[in-house]
């Protein structure tokens, strides 16, 4: 791996709806930068992100996948997300470990449910977000018609800073607002007086000579738009189309622009010791102690348990003891890697902004902050959603009862939204998830790895009655039947 400063690294996840064409351009962004020779497709099943055998059946995205490309000397480690909202924990996990946010919206469908919330994730964690309008070769469009319904949404700071020449089947194009201080038509002047007037906000010298005619630009126009991009107070909207190869470039030239190195990005991120509610900042990210945060956790057949970490702070060599602040024990950093689609490249250490792969880390679990400093600190824990879906398992065989609890505490292990735990008073072993189509993936995957197939039902619900309200009461009991009797009162 090519060693990179932390200031020319950017860590940036694709989410969005399903069919919005996520992996479609993450595919096409990682041809475009030269970083692989053949262009991946979904439909062909030779993404580079949608490797897994179920992905490639399903021709859609289960789990986060990662990869990286260089574009204009900047490092771009790349997160592809699923769209489903059965899998939304991926996403959410992918969030927290960028620091810019691509949310892609369909050209054709518009803002839809998992649009919103992943959208106010990413915005919860104060990360740069970039919309990318896919899609837009589509007929029946109508570009300020798409623009409007995102603004309705996500607010006016949502602004095109690419627009389309041509749409929907004429789409041939895209116009550089910035670049050309609007263009020449009526319409981009517009979008480009309103980017600058929201991008100069940032800076109150910067907003009062702009109030009193002076004109900004250069380079500190230039600082105004990466900051207010990049601090969320400003949202850039791209046109694309992957199947055209139109507006990648544009995306591609987002990155360095708008979104943060990640050593800038760390100095907002807090540790926090047991017992501390406020925390401290990462006040040295370059030079202080290692800190890395799971964000991602596989069990491989081959290879054993893989966790992938975001290193927020320092830096990690192989051999390193290393401490989990879930209060497990010690590890040794054995075979660390950088991942690349299914492809782990072996690397002997990583530092600030790099996101590696970790094997044969059995006691580090999904979430989990690890560290070279003891006693160890923790960062804000990721907000995976909650699980909604719950059903009573058993395996289908009998006997199997310690083999499927087994299975199922490892595949819980790297679900970050999958759950089983023993009902104390029913006594059935209670699966949960988001959905039932993600239970019924779950099962599926621990038909295909362990040979357990699984009967569920609707979880038993344990009723009990209690007292509410005070009551009196009197009872006396009298019973001769012959010798001594029996008498008894109760109030």
Request: include cysteine.
């Amino acid at each position: 791996m090519k060693e990179h400063d932390p200031s020319e690294i950017r860590n940036v996840c694709i989410v969005g709806h399903s069919d919005s064409g996520k992996t479609s351009i993450a595919d096409g962004l990682l041809f475009k930068a030269g970083a692989v020779k053949r262009l991946g497709s979904v439909k062909d099943g030779t993404s580079v992100f949608d490797f897994d055998d179920q992905e490639k059946a399903k021709k859609h995205t289960i789990e986060l996948s990662q990869a990286h490309l260089e574009w204009k000397g900047v490092r771009v480690n790349l997160l592809d997300t699923p769209g489903y909202p059965d899998f939304l924990g991926d996403a959410v996990a992918a969030i927290a470990a960028s620091d810019g946010v691509v949310i892609c919206v369909n050209a054709t469908q518009g803002v839809k449910v998992n649009t919103r919330r992943v959208f106010e994730v990413a915005e919860s964690l104060g990360k740069a977000r970039i919309i990318a309008l896919t899609k837009c070769d589509q007929p029946d469009l109508d570009f300020e018609r798409c623009v409007q319904e995102i603004q309705s949404w996500f607010g006016e700071k949502c602004i095109p800073v690419a627009i389309p020449q041509g749409f929907g089947p004429d789409f041939t194009a895209t116009e550089k607002l910035l670049r050309e201080k609007g263009g020449a038509t009526e319409q981009g002047q517009a979008y480009y007086k309103a980017f600058v007037e929201n991008a100069v906000l940032v800076d109150d010298e910067v907003t009062m000579r702009y109030l009193d005619g002076e004109e900004t630009e250069g380079e500190e126009l230039r600082r105004c738009f990466m900051r207010a991009a990049s601090e969320g107070l400003l949202s850039p909207i791209i046109s694309t189309s992957a199947e055209k190869d139109i507006g990648l470039r544009d995306l591609l030239d987002c990155f360095p622009v708008f979104v943060r190195s990640p050593d800038r990005a760390a100095l907002r991120r807090r540790l926090f010791a047991d017992g501390d509610d406020e925390g401290a900042p990462i006040e040295d990210p370059i030079n202080g102690p290692f800190y890395g945060q799971v964000f991602k956790a596989h069990i491989d057949k081959h290879v054993g348990k893989i966790v992938y970490v975001k290193v927020l702070s320092g830096s990690i060599q192989s051999g390193q003891i290393i401490h989990n602040s879930s209060g497990a024990k010690k590890e040794k950093v054995g075979h660390m890697a950088e991942p690349f689609g299914k492809d782990l490249e072996p690397v002997e250490s990583a530092r600030v902004g790099d996101t590696i792969a970790l094997t044969k880390m059995e006691s580090i679990h999904l979430g989990d902050t690890i560290t070279t400093e003891d006693p160890p600190r923790h960062l804000a824990t990721i907000p995976f959603p909650r699980p909604m879906a719950h059903v009573a398992v058993r395996p289908a065989n009998r006997g199997e009862e310690q083999k499927i609890a087994e299975a199922l505490t490892k595949l819980s292990d790297e679900i970050s939204t999958f759950h089983v735990e023993r009902d104390p008073i029913t006594h059935e072993a209670i699966a949960s998830g988001i959905s039932v189509m993600q239970l019924d993936l779950v099962f599926q995957r621990l038909k295909e790895r362990y040979g357990i197939e699984v009967e569920t039902s609707p979880a038993r619900i344990p009723y009990r009655e209690t007292a509410t309200t005070p009551a009196e009461g009197h009872y006396r009991h009298k019973k001769q039947s012959g010798g001594r009797g029996q008498f008894g009162e109760v109030f």
